[in-house]
């Protein structure tokens, strides 16, 4: 049963345009949506994260949509770069006293082409 | 840099054997957390410890083991390997839940890759 999914296992942009990573869940339990970049050899790295009772934070290039009523969390990133190009990981978390359980989609490998 | 570092980076073994990967925690930090990344595909949860209690448990096989120490660093024992345990294994660890301030991140390390032949 997965219950963060990330349909796109590829995405391909040219430098400068805009990048949609789209990811979708299951659980209305979740109380943040995360993305993670992760490049070969490397442990993922925290990008962005949303609240579930927000609708869209931004943080530079990178904004994280959540349509809550679609259950579906976005990441936008513009302008591409090709310093961006690597897998993201939608993550969807589930607060508790002793800390967070994070449910990982499969990723999406971007790629942006110079 | 996450703070976060695992050993050994590689590592190489035989089907039946046993590994114990490790994990220190970022400074501070009392909960570690395992996952498992097979074949490009996402990351599974194993297991979490907070301060020397296990916490939660996913889809862990009985075939391995955690056990976070004292000094809060992890190890995650893997007996009778199979093949199919070739996987990167990540380790990743978080402040305690606080009110207000904790968005739900994980700092994780580089990774454990194993391979069984």
Known sequence: DQQVKQNSPS???????????????????????????????????FLISISSIKDKNEDGRFTVFLNKSAKHPSLHIVPS?????????????????????????????????? | DSGVTQTPKHLITATGQRVTLRCSPRSGDLSVYWYQQS???????????YNGEERAKGNILERFSAQQFPDLHSELNLSS??????????CASSVRAVAGRNTGELFFGEGSRLTVL
């Open chain 1, 11 to 45: 995405l391909s942009v040219q430098e400068g345009r805009i990048s949609i990573l789209n990811c979708d869940y299951t659980n209305s339990m979740f109380d943040y949506f995360l993305w993670y970049k992760k490049y070969p050899a490397e442990g993922p790295t």
């Open chain 1, 81 to 114: 770069q090709p310093g961006d190009s690597a897998v993201y990981f939608c993550a969807a978390s589930v607060l508790y006293n002793a800390g967070n359980m994070l449910t990982f989609g499969g990723g999406t490998r971007l790629m942006v082409k110079p």
């Open chain 2, 39 to 49: 074949l490009d595909q996402g990351l599974q949860f194993l297991i979490q410890y």
């Open chain 2, 81 to 90: 390997l199979e093949l199919g345990d070739s996987a990167l294994y990540f």
